[in-house]
């Protein structure tokens, strides 16, 4: 298994509700990633997860919550978004810092 | 800064050799990447080169890096419709080399 698998693929979420974004790697890749990316615009870090220890918050707002349940599985839980969050949120993983990064095909998130 | 520059935009007829620039930001990055994206879907792995290299070839692909003036290339030999997409490359930065930090895109626009 070489891939990083994203759910769901499309998410429209109110201002008040809460949601959840899932990622999976089975490639036994030991960081992963949560990235923002906004039409038009590269990708922009969001939070680094080593070894199952968040090891970068890139001043991330609080709404956005990320979890590591284990080596296989990182979540982004969401709550309170403002409609300008919407965007193409998504995951990596890579065998080590810096080296082998492979990304999801991403959640496309609309806040209403 | 973390800014990693790109052109905008190139177009090219099919057939023809396409050469995407990029001037990124940091001579210690250890890995560089070129992505491509296509509309609507993740992040595509294309090739990567180690900073102790010059030049690496991968089929079509040619990537040249030049690590005094900090700029790198990719070349896509007898460029395809089907190559038509955004182009980013990305610099390794940071403590461990965590951050992964994205070029502002290049778009490729190959006609028939």
């Known amino acids: 298994d070489t891939e990083v698998t994203q759910t769901p693929k499309h998410l429209v979420m109110g201002m008040t509700n809460k949601k959840s974004l899932k990622c999976e790697q089975h490639?036994?890749?030991?960081?992963m990633y949560w990235y923002k990316q906004k039409a038009k615009k590269p990708p922009e870090l969001m939070f680094v997860y080593s070894y199952e220890k968040l090891s970068i918050n890139e001043s991330v707002p609080s709404r956005f919550s990320p979890e590591c349940p284990n080596s296989s599985l990182l979540n982004l839980h969401l709550h309170a978004l403002q409609p300008e969050d919407s965007a193409l949120y998504l995951c990596?993983?890579?065998?080590?810092?810096?080296?082998?990064?492979?990304f999801g095909s991403g959640t496309r998130l609309t806040v209403v | 800064g973390e800014d990693v520059e790109q052109s905008l935009f190139l177009s090219v007829r099919e057939g023809d050799s396409s050469v995407i620039n990029c001037t990124y930001t940091d001579s210690s990055s250890t890995y560089l990447y070129w992505y491509k994206q296509e509309p609507g879907a993740g992040l595509q792995l294309l090739t990567y080169i180690f900073s102790n290299m010059d030049m690496k070839q991968d089929q079509r692909l040619t990537v040249l890096l030049n690590k005094k003036d900090k700029h790198l290339s990719l070349r896509i030999a007898d460029t395809q419709t089907g190559d038509s997409a955004i182009y980013f490359c990305a610099e390794t930065l940071g403590t461990g080399f965590q951050k992964l930090v994205f070029g502002t895109g290049t778009r490729l626009l190959v006609s028939p």
């Open positions: 490639m036994g890749h030991r960081a």
């Open positions: 990596a993983s890579s065998q080590e810092a810096g080296y082998g990064y492979t």
